[in-house]
C-alpha cells in the first residue's frame, strides 16, 4: 500500500463482515451504544472505574507511572505521587469513553462539553494565511482535544499510524476525521511540510521517547538528560511556520478547556537541534502541569540513555 493511500478513507468492502472482524463491530457498537445513551456524569464514573480495574490488574504499569514521578519530581512526597498514579489510572479508564465520545458523539452534543478558552492566535494565523505546528502532549484525552479543534473551526492535520486490523482502522479512520480534521501517514515529512506551507495547522506531539533516530538528551522535568525528538526544529525550520502550544484538558465541572494562546516561534532556535529540543521542553512541561494526572505517565518516557547499551536501566 502506497503512503498516500494512507491519507484516504478506507473504502468499506463486504470483506469486512468476515467473522474475524465480528468482534471489533461488536466492541465499537456496544461502546457507540453506551456513550450515547448515557450521559456524561455517569459516563465519566464508568470510565474512572474502568481506570481503577485496570489498576488492579495492571501492576507493571503502576510501576512505570511511580517510576516516572519520582524521576520527573524527586522532591514530591510518597503519598503524592501515589494519588497522582490512582488518578492517572482513573483518566486512563476515561479515556476509552472519551473515544468513544470523539469518535460517536454528534457535534451538537460534543460542543456541551467544550470550553474554548484562548485560542485567537490560530484564528489569528488563519487570516495571514500561516502555517502553524500545534504542540500537544500525549494527554489521556488526545482524541477529544484534537476533535475539539475542528469543532471550533479550527481544523488539522495529524500524524497518523494506520491499525493492521482493517475494520478497526476502517472505525478509527472515521472517528479520528470528525469535523473536517485530515490525517497524514506519520512518516510523510514532505507531506508534512507542504501543509505547513500552504497555511494549514499540523497537529504534533513531541513530549515522548521515541527512541535514538533524529533525537537528542535535554533536561526534562528533573531528568537531565531525556531523550527528546528533534522533529519539532525540522518542520519549524523548514516550514517557516508558527508553532503553538496546544492542549484540552478536562476541568473540575467535567469540560474541556481548549487553549492555543501563544506563538513561541520568535524565540525558538530553529537552527540548534538541542537548544530548541530543550526549549520545547520547556512548554511541554508547561502544557502537562496544567493538569498532570491526565498526561500519559503509563509509558516509559525516559527508558532511553545516550549510552545505548543503557536503555530501561532507568526502570530497573
Not at 303 to 308: F, G, I, N, Q
Amino acid at each position: 500500500m502506497s503512503k498516500d493511500k494512507f491519507n484516504q478513507a478506507p473504502p468499506f468492502s463486504l470483506s469486512l463482515l468476515h467473522p474475524k472482524y465480528w468482534g471489533v463491530w461488536l466492541g465499537f457498537g456496544l461502546l457507540a451504544l453506551i456513550v450515547n445513551l448515557l450521559p456524561y456524569a455517569l459516563l465519566l464514573r464508568l470510565g474512572q472505574s474502568i481506570g481503577r480495574i485496570g489498576m488492579r490488574f495492571g501492576k507493571s504499569r503502576v510501576r512505570i507511572a511511580r517510576r516516572n514521578l519520582e524521576l520527573a519530581f524527586p522532591d514530591m512526597e510518597q503519598a503524592e505521587i501515589e494519588r497522582v498514579v490512582e488518578e492517572n489510572f482513573k483518566n486512563t479508564g476515561m479515556a476509552l469513553i472519551e473515544t468513544g465520545i470523539t469518535w460517536f458523539w454528534p457535534t451538537w452534543r460534543f460542543k456541551r462539553i467544550l470550553v474554548a478558552k484562548d485560542v485567537e492566535i490560530l484564528k489569528q494565523l488563519d487570516k495571514q494565511g500561516k502555517g502553524a505546528l500545534l504542540c500537544c502532549v500525549h494527554a489521556l484525552n488526545l482524541e477529544i482535544t484534537a476533535r475539539a479543534f475542528g469543532v471550533l473551526g479550527l481544523q488539522g492535520y495529524g500524524a497518523y499510524r494506520p491499525h493492521s486490523n482493517p475494520a478497526y482502522e476502517f472505525i478509527q479512520y472515521r472517528g479520528r476525521t470528525r469535523n473536517g480534521n485530515k490525517l497524514i501517514y506519520r512518516t510523510d515529512l514532505k507531506q508534512m511540510i507542504r501543509v505547513l506551507r500552504q497555511g494549514h495547522r499540523l497537529f504534533y506531539l513531541p513530549d515522548q521517547d521515541y527512541g535514538h533516530n533524529k533525537s537528542v538528551f535535554v533536561p526534562f522535568f528533573a531528568v537531565e538528560e531525556a531523550c527528546t525528538t528533534t522533529g519539532t526544529s525540522i518542520l519549524a525550520y523548514t516550514s517557516k511556520c508558527a508553532i503553538i502550544p496546544g492542549s484540552g484538558f478536562r476541568n473540575s465541572a467535567g469540560q474541556y478547556e481548549i487553549i492555543a494562546d501563544k506563538d513561541i516561534e520568535p524565540d525558538y532556535p530553529k537552527k540548534d537541534e538541542t537548544a530548541a529540543a530543550a526549549y520545547m521542553n520547556k512548554f511541554v512541561e508547561e502544557i502537562i502541569m496544567r493538569a498532570p494526572d491526565q498526561w500519559m505517565w503509563l509509558h516509559k518516557r525516559f527508558k532511553s540513555l545516550p549510552d545505548h547499551n543503557l536503555t530501561n536501566s532507568r526502570y530497573q
